[in-house]
């Protein structure tokens, strides 16, 4: 067999080898003790991870399918609400709310910036019938982190109005407890953080916002999370289950619940800066202005094209980053700090960047690259990984 890939993307992202030997196990039924155990036991694990004492539940799709869940569930067709939409991400809030028929107010942030959240309280007091304001906590496709405890303060503030999070890429290494933080809807996937195969979504509602899901008349029979409720109190799921995917969360849940959520956070973030400074030692800038502590989004250097790099970092070094998307193709690449990675792999990573880059008839030292990137993870956290902020 080839030589496995090092996934430093920013999701699908690297499995520990006992969740891969979970996964060959032999199948079991989804109606049987044996997994209602298990069930049981991640659906109370799950709200950990969130910060929240309200219920987390599991759904089989991708993060989209999550995201849409969430507006299915929690809006009625000719709502208004506020898309925040900085990238790629934000865009596939609004494309969701389009399609059912919501009346949109966007806020369209320069990409590589963050929301200005005094402008997001004005666009809510020029529009105060908006229900919901859409935004993603890093937004994946910029490298950037959005300010999300500054927004859901005065969020909070409006009853009428609930504060919905795409935590695709943050939820479990990046702090963000939910409700500490007023965060309403909190959408999260099992191919990042959770550090699992795309399959699963995982979304929970605050009270504020399951008042919402009683009045909200999109259609929904999937996607119903009042059913999925109904279920969840037996251990069961109204649908069938994705047993090997629910059997690797529980492993990985209970990794996870060793440390606390501000370590999580601290661990991500040492290993970002380690991206970042070895990104600097090889004349790569920084392209967001709040860089997420889950992927870097690195300035391809002129002469050099983002895709070529990609390209070559993964079929010579067996190394999986990302490229730009859009307007950002080529110019930048994204690597990823979640998943079951170390220190060990970063470096790794970014000595195969710069002996990329020489490949490719740029100039790179890779020692150099070697001892700024172990540094920077070596370094004592400057930034407070909350939000991403300071
Ligand atoms: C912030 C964010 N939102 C949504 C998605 C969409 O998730 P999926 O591709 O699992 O549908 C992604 C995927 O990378 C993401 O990073």
């Known amino acids: 067999?080839?030589?496995?890939?090092?996934?430093?993307?920013p999701g699908p992202v690297q499995m520990s080898p006992e969740v891969?030997?979970?996964l060959a196990e032999p199948m079991i039924h989804h109606r049987t003790p044996e997994f209602e155990t298990i069930l049981a036991?991640?659906?109370?694990?799950?709200?950990e991870v969130f910060e929240t004492r309200q219920p987390v539940f599991i759904q089989c799709a991708t993060g989209s399918g999550g995201m849409e869940s969430s507006i299915v569930n929690a809006l009625s067709p000719g709502d208004q609400v506020l898309c925040i939409v900085a990238g790629k991400f934000g865009e596939r809030w609004r494309e969701i709310c389009q399609v059912y028929g919501m009346e949109i107010v966007s806020y369209d942030v320069p990409w590589g910036q963050s929301a200005e959240p005094a402008?997001?309280?004005?666009l809510l007091n020029e529009n105060p019938r908006v229900r919901a304001v859409l935004i993603q906590a890093c937004e994946t496709s910029t490298g950037i982190f959005n300010p999300i405890k500054e927004i859901a303060a005065f969020v909070h503030d409006r009853p009428e109005t609930i504060m919905m999070?795409?935590?695709?890429?943050?939820?479990?290494?990046?702090?963000?407890?939910?409700?500490?933080?007023?965060?309403?809807?909190?959408?999260?996937?099992?191919q990042k953080a959770f550090m699992l195969p795309t399959g699963l979504a995982f979304l929970s509602f605050s009270p504020k916002a399951w008042k919402f899901a009683q009045l909200a008349k999109c259609p929904r029979l999937y996607w119903d999370l009042r059913t999925e409720f109904e279920n969840n109190k037996k251990s069961a799921t109204h649908f069938s289950s994705s047993v090997p995917l629910i059997k690797g969360l529980s492993h990985v849940l209970d990794e996870v619940l060793k440390s606390s959520s501000t370590d999580r956070a601290r661990a991500c973030e040492a290993l970002a800066r380690?991206?970042?400074?070895?990104?600097?030692?090889?004349?790569?800038?920084?392209?967001?202005?709040?860089?997420?502590?889950?992927?870097?989004?690195l300035v391809v250097p002129e002469g050099l094209e983002g895709e070529k790099i990609q390209r070559h970092i993964e079929a010579k070094y067996r190394v999986t980053i990302v490229g730009g998307q859009e307007k950002l193709k080529n110019k930048i690449i994204r690597i990823g700090s979640m998943g079951a990675i170390g220190p060990n792999d970063v470096t790794r990573t970014m000595q195969d960047l710069a002996r990329t880059v020489i490949d490719l008839g740029g100039k790179a030292d890779v020692d150099q690259v070697t001892a700024k990137t172990?540094?920077?993870?070596?370094?004592p956290a400057s930034a407070d990984p909350r939000s991403g902020h300071t």
């Open 165 to 190: 999070v795409d935590a695709i890429t943050a939820c479990g290494v990046t702090e963000l407890p939910m409700d500490d933080w007023h965060l309403d809807v909190v959408v999260a996937a099992s």
């Open 1 to 9: 067999m080839a030589q496995p890939y090092l996934l430093m993307a």
């Open 374 to 379: 172990r540094a920077a993870m070596n370094a």
């Open 274 to 297: 380690g991206i970042r400074a070895g990104g600097a030692a090889l004349g790569f800038k920084l392209y967001a202005q709040h860089p997420s502590p889950t992927v870097t989004a």
């Open 41 to 47: 036991k991640v659906l109370r694990q799950l709200p």
């Open 119 to 122: 402008v997001v309280k004005k």
């Open 20 to 22: 891969l030997r979970i």
